[in-house]
């Protein structure tokens, strides 16, 4: 103790001196610590730029900077499918100025405008047909919300059926479409009910089914698929099925006898088809022995007078006769996709 008395100034001195030395070495520690995470971040930093490195394409160098080149990539591709929605994809409009009453007088404008059109160009239609929308156009209440989507579909309907009529088909025999949460959800015949509506989140974009059967020839199904691939939108048809249409399914329907309406004196020029026997008989159309006499029957015309049917004389070519095809009516039946965008 005497000593520390007669030493106190140099006791202080060692303590303050152990103190620091413990603040020195808490620091150390500390920032060893930092050191060896920071050490760990350049190592994992260091690990990435090799694996980079050894990537192909290379990230660039001086002279080629391929990320940048990446970046420009990505901004053509951008630009690009921003020009191909703008003129290729219509836009779902969403407007809180349409209401129930709009789209019902929009309903049965567009029904009724086509049903002119039709009848001008002579489309035969089914008797009150609705292309689709018979029960909406039963319907008295609609819910706003869903009004836009069932807009879209009108205007779908509307552009396939004027690409039918515009391509004066011989008859249209029904429209079926994609239904909608407005619709009936047991469906119907005017639904494809395995085609339900779908919607792409990644692009914004909904997509609608339609089916369309119409009679005609092939040149009229050429017309229809053009206009479809120039109107505005995006129309894609994704399957054509065809069958002969024949004169039963056009005149009587299923299991119906196929009549005519043509004069008797028509058919009897082409060997009395579909004549009352007693009628050919009584003019003279029926063979010896009472069978079919063909085209002119027992006439037989006066002396010196040419018959007015005669073979016709094949030109001495060398060749063989050309074949004669004689086209049938076919009832074809497209099923057709609509994909539109829900914002631009």
Do not use: C, M, W
């Given at each position: 103790m005497p000593w520390i008395k007669k030493n106190l100034g140099l006791v202080l001195i060692g303590v303050v001196a152990l103190g620091l030395l413990g603040v020195a070495g808490y620091f150390l520690w500390d920032n060893m610590q930092k050191a060896g995470e920071s050490a760990a971040k350049l190592q994992e930093q260091t690990d990435l730029l090799n694996?980079?490195?050894?990537?192909?394409?290379?990230?660039?160098?001086?002279?080629?900077?391929?990320?940048?080149?990446?970046?420009?990539?990505?901004?053509?591709?951008?630009?690009?499918?921003?020009?191909?929605?703008?003129?290729?994809?219509?836009?779902?409009?969403?407007?809180?100025?349409?209401?129930?009453?709009?789209?019902?007088?929009?309903?049965e404008n567009t029904i009724g405008n086509l049903e002119r059109a039709a009848k001008n160009v002579s489309v035969s239609l089914p008797p009150q047909f609705n292309f689709g929308f018979g029960d909406q156009r039963k319907k008295v209440e609609f819910k706003s919300k869903y009004i836009p989507l069932l807009m879209s579909q009108l205007e779908d309907v509307d552009q396939i059926a004027k690409a039918l009529i515009a391509a004066r088909v011989n008859q249209v025999i029904s429209f079926r479409r994609s239904p909608t949460p407005d619709d009936p959800e047991i469906g119907g015949e005017e639904y494809l009910m395995h085609y339900k509506l779908k919607t792409n989140s990644t692009v914004d974009a909904i997509s609608s089914t339609y089916e369309a059967t119409f009679v005609g020839f092939s040149a009229e199904l050429a017309t229809v698929m053009e206009a479809l691939l120039r109107a505005p939108g995006c129309f894609n048809v994704k399957s054509v099925s065809m069958e002969v249409f024949s004169t039963t399914d056009e005149q009587s329907g299923e299991g119906g006898e196929s009549t005519t309406s043509m004069p008797s004196s028509v058919l009897s020029r082409y060997g009395g088809m579909g004549m009352d026997p007693r009628m050919a008989a009584r003019?003279?159309?029926?063979?010896?022995?009472?069978g079919a006499g063909g085209r002119m029957g027992n006439y037989r015309p006066p002396m010196g007078m040419t018959p007015m049917v005669q073979a016709v004389q094949q030109p001495q070519t060398g060749k063989a006769p050309g074949t004669h095809i004689d086209e049938s009516k076919v009832k074809f039946k497209l099923l057709i996709e609509v994909v539109k965008l829900t914002k631009a």
């Open positions: 694996q980079l490195a050894e990537r192909k394409p290379h990230p660039g160098t001086d002279k080629l900077n391929n990320i940048e080149a990446a970046k420009q990539d990505v901004t053509r591709v951008t630009n690009f499918l921003s020009e191909l929605k703008s003129k290729h994809f219509s836009i779902i409009q969403v407007s809180n100025t349409v209401d129930p009453s709009t789209y019902k007088s929009k309903l003019y003279g159309l029926l063979g010896r022995g009472g």
